[in-house]
Nanobody, 115 residues
Framework: QVQLVESGGGLVQPGGSLRLSCAAS????????MGWYRQAPGKQRELVAQ???????NYVDSVKGRFSISRDNAKKMVYLQMNSLKPEDTAVYYC?????????WGQGTQVTVSS
């Protein structure tokens, strides 16, 4: 079965960096659009960044210039490099794989930005 497992979250001070990883299994990884979403307490889940099977990326405006999404099809991994973190980036971050009407979610990893 398809599994997406996120890692790399944690507590970081404002201005710091984290790198999130998502390991995929049970799927033909290279054909999926991969995305990172986040959900803060009391807020709706939002798309942060995504990368399609051709390598094209897009980002929510609030993270442009600070976050970078990448993928390694051979390793079935997708990454989110987060720099210049702000307290408002605090959320549970989820990995999503999508292709046409199929989509899968990971269990999420907590990112807390606080001094």
């Amino acid at each position: 079965q398809v599994q997406l497992v996120e890692s790399g979250g944690g507590l970081v001070q404002p201005g710091g960096s984290l790198r999130l990883s998502c390991a995929a299994s049970g799927m033909i990884f290279s054909i999926y659009t991969m995305g990172w979403y986040r959900q803060a307490p009391g807020k709706q889940r939002e798309l942060v960044a995504q990368i399609d099977n051709g390598g094209s990326t897009n980002y929510v405006d609030s993270v442009k210039g600070r976050f970078s999404i990448s993928r390694d099809n051979a390793k079935k991994m997708v990454y989110l490099q987060m720099n210049s973190l702000k307290p408002e980036d605090t959320a549970v971050y989820y990995c999503k794989a999508a292709r046409m009407d199929l989509y899968y979610w990971g269990q999420g990893t907590q990112v807390t930005v606080s001094s």
